[in-house]
């Protein structure tokens, strides 16, 4: 049974970077989209963003200009930046494995258990 | 503001039945297929439908999914305290070329 566990630092500065890793065990990187979605405090979820295990990326229009997904195959690891942080990413960062359906529709079906990060001024 | 809009919240007594709806656009629920997270307090969100209709392995047929148009629904059967939960849709929005979540629905257990 796949599972996913984030790791990184809690607190960040702001204008700084933001980096987290995902390790996944019981399972390959191989085959999938490997995603971040984050929740802000009392707030919904907002998709960040996935690469493909091959290197194919794609993020969110609004995150765009900041973040990059990267995949360490060799590792079973992937990892996300987020650069510039301000107060406003301060959240819920979770990983996910994403997948495609049946009609190739993508969609996340393992999730780690998520890590807070919140950003100081 | 989210591109899907769900109902804030609804409630039932344990044993009925709720439906939460999830509405969007061509460009989203109209275009792709549609899942379903339930987000227990204090934890992540997991999995409960995908492919707007599926489940996945372990998760009671008590969960159901539909879509018609540009529009989804979940259903809850058999209501259960454990149930109360966050409840959020999820779709691809080929305008966006973004995966996008639902507003998010609080369900309650009377």
């Known amino acids: 049974q796949v599972q996913l566990q984030e790791s990184g630092p809690g607190l960040v500065k702001a204008s700084e970077t933001l980096s987290l890793t995902c390790t996944v065990s019981?399972?390959?990187?191989?085959?999938?989209?490997w995603s971040w979605i984050r929740q802000p405090p009392g707030k919904g979820l907002e998709w960040v963003g996935y690469?493909?295990?091959?290197?194919?990326?794609n993020y969110s229009p609004s995150l765009k200009s900041r973040v990059t997904i990267s995949v360490d195959t060799s590792r079973e690891q992937f990892s996300l930046k987020l650069t510039s942080v301000t107060a406003a990413d301060t959240a819920v960062y979770y990983c996910?494995?994403?997948?495609?359906?049946?009609?190739?529709?993508?969609?996340?079906?393992?999730w780690g258990k998520g890590t807070t990060v919140t950003v100081s001024s | 503001q989210s591109v899907l809009t769900q109902p804030p919240s609804v409630s039932a007594a344990p044993g009925q039945k709720v439906s939460i709806s999830c509405s969007g656009s061509?460009?989203?629920?109209?275009?792709?297929?549609t899942s379903w997270f339930h987000q227990l307090p204090g934890t992540a969100p997991k999995l409960l439908i995908y492919?707007?209709?599926k489940r996945p392995s372990g998760i009671p047929d008590r969960f159901s999914g539909s879509k018609s148009g540009m529009s989804a629904t979940l259903d809850i059967t058999g209501l259960q305290t454990g149930d109360e939960a966050d409840y959020y849709c999820?779709?691809?929005?080929?305008?966006?070329?973004?995966?996008?979540f639902g507003s998010g629905t609080k369900v309650t257990v009377l």
């Open positions: 996910a494995r994403g997948n495609l359906d049946g009609y190739s529709y993508y969609y996340t079906d393992v």
């Open positions: 061509d460009s989203n629920i109209g275009y792709s297929h």
């Open positions: 019981g399972g390959s990187t191989s085959g999938y989209y």
């Open positions: 492919e707007n209709n």
């Open positions: 999820g779709t691809w929005d080929s305008s966006l070329r973004a995966y996008v």
């Open positions: 690469m493909y295990y091959s290197g194919s990326t």
